[in-house]
């Protein structure tokens, strides 16, 4: 991660230069007084063009970049295609020209190379009005690979225009490299909420289904309860898609949670619940707080003779939404802990913990690094502070398509938010 980050930053100081390199461009045959104007207009220009290329190389994308690009370089028509060479989108006049220049793009994808086509070279019907003098063909490379190809039809013939379409194939190239490097940041994210759901341990799923068993005589409506929320349960944690979810679907399956270890554990088990309503529609991280409910339960309640409560708590914190997880159970040094979670990629300690921390981080920022408080024998106090509005997060709706049964498991309804303490039984 330490390097995609780096990596990130390596190309936005790329972009950065880029902006100002396409400022002396635009600026240096203007008069001094509209050097402002200028720079502004690129600005604009550029800020239109940038937004949809990040989500990759689309017909849409191409649409957007190709509208602005032309407006701003002021040229005749502006060109994108495809990796093979097939026209994404074109935006200007000279358009019976674009079968002329069709052998051309393809042969400059192929061969990874910069064309430079000249009008009289043509066969074209409107030679003395055509508005075309010059073309260029620069191919978007980005890792070594061809993505497509950047036409730029110039009115008028000059090496600034094929300047002009180098520094804007490379503002094209970085902004599709960014989009290469959110797919990654996706995937890594991917990865390690599959580390959170192979988290879930074989032992938890064999004393599940055990204690279910036991109560199949003995209380089988308690039986038949507890395999209904043992299979929500795993239906919500291992559902096929989404990144996010709000704060009450990761409640009700928190909630889910704690029913079934409270069977098990019976009377050595107490849970408290506060939450506030206003809250309950905050987006976090998926499956964020399940593991480190677990972690408490698994950690420090279990290993605590007598046993002890486990409490969650919701809070309303002006722009933010304040959660904490706490336990009364057998603590651990805060040092030790610190030094675990700083390693946990390497030994594996802690991985449910360390791994929330750094999704927290990644996401919302470092400043948002998880709370923890905890001492031997003094329990273990952790607290997450979510925004309550934050660009580019909101929950994904659950894909379940793949299930055979589509009523097998669904989710019920959630329980009504508990309005003060609680103990769960």
Known sequence: ????????????????????????????????????????????????AAPELRNGLTEHAADEATTNLRQMLKCVAIGISDAEGRLLSWDGDANDHYMDLAESIVESVQRSQRAHIQHENLQCRHRGSCPMRTAAIVPLIIDGQVEGALIVVGGVDSKRLIRA????????????????????????????????????????????????????????????????????FTRYSFRASGLF????????????????????????LNVRLRIAPEVQSVVVPFLVLQPLVENAVRHGIAKKPG?????????????EALIIIEDDGVG????????????????????GVGNINQRMRQVFGDEYALMVETAPGAGMKITLRVPKFFPGVRPDLPDFSDDEDEDYGAPRPAPAAPTGPAAVS
Request: aromatic share 6%.
């Open 1 to 48: 991660m330490a390097q995609l980050l780096t990596e990130r930053a390596f190309v936005g100081v790329l972009a950065t230069l880029l902006v100002l390199g396409l400022f002396v461009i635009l600026c240096r045959p203007r008069k001094t007084g509209s050097v402002h104007d200028a720079v502004l207009d690129a600005v604009q220009r550029l800020s239109k």
């Open 165 to 232: 379409a180098d520094e804007v194939a490379t503002f094209l190239c970085i902004q599709l490299e960014l989009a290469k490097l959110d797919e990654s940041k996706q995937q890594l994210v991917r990865a390690e909420i599959r580390a959170l759901r192979a988290q879930i341990s074989p032992h938890f799923i064999y004393n599940t289904l055990n204690t279910i068993s036991s109560l199949i005589r003995t209380d089988p409506e308690h039986a038949r309860e507890l395999l209904q929320d043992f299979a929500d």
């Open 307 to 319: 046993g002890g409560t486990v409490s969650v708590f919701a809070h309303d914190n002006g722009s």
């Open 332 to 351: 651990m040094d805060a040092d030790r802990l610190f030094e675990d979670l700083r390693d946990a990629h390497k030994t594996g300690s802690h991985v």
């Open 245 to 268: 979810a709000t704060l009450a679907d990761e409640l009700s399956n928190i909630d889910r949670y704690l029913t079934i270890e409270c069977a098990r554990y019976k009377e050595r």
